[in-house]
């Protein structure tokens, strides 16, 4: 997949970051705090995109993965506070409270184009998924909410594991019933994020897919493109007078 991104090289005293976003947004696409449970919802765009992006993270242990979510079209349903998404390696020791004041220099971008290998993704998710039985198992997402922001913290190999979650939910999405009426549908959730201590509700962010309004824009694929047909009652132009 190639993906259109806008790149920053903020500095905060002697360190450079490199920060990069979509060029474009994902404006169907939206994301709740997870408190305890989140919800992303998104279309086929939406979904296909932040596979791309979670697979270009996992590759970039350097580089910090920014999705702003909370300006897109508003969802007709749902709960909870609308946040941006970051997603960001372990290694590269960013605190979520540092945040704000490097979102706050992301001014001028520069355009970069990217290119993710779906074939490599998927050896690195079914590594993870061979390793996840074992008692020494630590390769987790961590997740943090701070400043309407949604951190998720991991490595190479649980990045490529979510990012097939989203391209099974962007392909596998639009087949599922009703959605041409606009009913959206679980279609998985984030895996492997770390619980909170204490016990309680579990920690989760579910993935739906759900088609962007109006619905009569929606076919699924492999349907046929049908023009909509003269009505009954309609009236027809008149001839041209001879």
Not at 94 to 111: D, E, I, N, V, Y
Not at 116 to 139: C, M, S
Not at 178 to 199: F, H, T, Y
Request: proline share 11%.
């Amino acid at each position: 997949m190639r993906l259109r991104l806008r790149e920053f090289r903020p500095r905060t005293g002697p360190y450079e970051h490199r920060i990069v976003q979509p060029w474009h947004p994902l404006r169907h696409t939206s994301l709740s705090a997870p408190e305890p449970i989140g919800l992303l919802r998104g279309d086929h765009d939406g979904l296909n995109r932040l596979a791309g992006l979670f697979s270009f993270a996992a590759y970039s242990r350097h580089t910090v993965v920014h999705v702003p979510l909370r300006d897109g079209v508003p969802p007709d349903e749902g709960f909870g506070e609308l946040v941006d998404l970051v997603l960001v390696h372990h290694s590269l020791g960013l605190r979520p409270s540092a945040w704000p004041g490097l979102r706050r220099k992301l001014r001028a971008g520069t355009p970069l184009l990217v290119r993710t290998d779906e074939a490599r993704t998927a050896r690195d998710a079914a590594a993870w998924r061979e390793r996840v039985g074992r008692a020494d198992f630590k390769d987790v997402l961590r997740q943090a909410t701070h400043a309407r922001t949604c951190f998720l913290l991991g490595s190479r190999d649980v990045f490529a594991e979510t990012a097939t979650w989203f391209a099974h939910a962007a392909g596998h999405g639009p087949y599922q019933k009703d959605v041409a009426k606009g009913c959206s549908r679980l279609m998985g959730e984030i895996p492997a994020l770390v619980q909170p201590p204490g016990g309680g509700h579990p920690l989760d962010v579910l993935i739906c897919f759900k088609p962007y309004p109006p619905y009569a824009h929606f076919r699924r694929p492999g349907e046929p493109f049908r023009r909509p047909g003269r009505s009954a009652t309609r009236p027809r132009r008149p001839a041209a007078a001879p």
